[in-house]
């Protein structure tokens, strides 16, 4: 079966520095990763996505994710934090036959001043 | 705008009573979801539909009921049985099931006093 962990519950960073919210997944086949930011009592937004090709993969506000295969990792990172980035981060994997999407428990970022 | 509405956003239910929350997309798309949040352990799938007139049921499906009548719509009805209903509930779609992202309404906060 399908899964995501997000080992670290919360990631605490000081505006300006660098971020980095860690995911591992385990999938059969090829994985379908993807990266959501959620606002406190508000939707999932979608941040970036890896399907194929370029193991580093670009997305919305800033934010970057780096596949490596051999770690089954997905890291989402950022290379200088903002306050506003502060929010519950969640990886999620697409299962084997694409009909789910699996998340992790999520992450939640402080970014503080 | 396309996108993806939830209505109501706050609801109240007594207990034994049955509760129905609204999901309505103008994004065309033909898979819609139903997830669960509870704090700490990230989004888990009631229901799927990726078609019209059907639907699956997903992780924790017990409590719930579902139906798919129009394209646009994918109501989840929580019962009387489901034993611990108080969450937030967070209806998706997407256009592509494989390596699309999910778009995300922004929640239903259902409360059982």
């Known amino acids: 079966a399908q899964s995501v962990a997000q080992p670290e519950d919360q990631v605490n960073v000081a505006e300006g520095n660098p971020l980095t919210v860690k995911c591992t997944y385990s999938?059969?086949?090829?994985?379908?990763l993807f990266w959501y930011v959620q606002y406190p009592n508000r939707g999932l937004q979608f941040l970036l996505k890896?399907?194929?090709?370029?193991?580093l993969v670009k997305g919305s506000y800033g934010f970057e994710a780096e596949f490596n295969k051999s770690q089954t990792s997905f890291h989402l990172k950022k290379p200088s934090a903002l306050v506003s980035d502060s929010a519950l981060y969640f990886c999620?994997?697409?299962?084997?036959?694409?009909?789910?999407?699996?998340f992790g428990a999520g992450t939640i970022l402080r970014v503080k001043s | 705008d396309g996108g993806i509405t939830q209505s109501p956003k706050y609801l109240f239910r007594k207990e034994g009573q049955n509760v129905t929350l609204s999901c309505e997309q103008n994004?065309?798309?033909?898979?819609m979801y139903w997830y669960r949040q509870d704090p700490g352990q990230g989004l888990r799938l009631i229901y799927y539909?990726?078609?019209?007139?059907?639907?699956q049921k997903g992780d924790i499906a017990e409590g719930y009921s579902v139906s798919r009548e129009k394209k646009e719509s994918f109501p989840l009805t929580v019962t009387s049985a489901q034993k611990n209903p108080t969450a937030f509930y967070l209806c998706?779609?997407?256009?592509?099931?494989?390596?699309?992202?999910?778009?995300f309404g922004e929640g239903s906060r259902l409360t059982v006093l």
């Open positions: 539909s990726q078609i019209v007139n059907d639907f």
């Open positions: 999620a994997v697409r299962d084997l036959y694409g009909n789910k999407l699996v």
């Open positions: 999938v059969s086949g090829n994985p379908y």
């Open positions: 890896y399907i194929t090709g370029d193991n």
């Open positions: 994004l065309n798309h033909d898979a």
């Open positions: 998706a779609s997407v256009s592509d099931g494989y390596t699309g992202e999910l778009f």
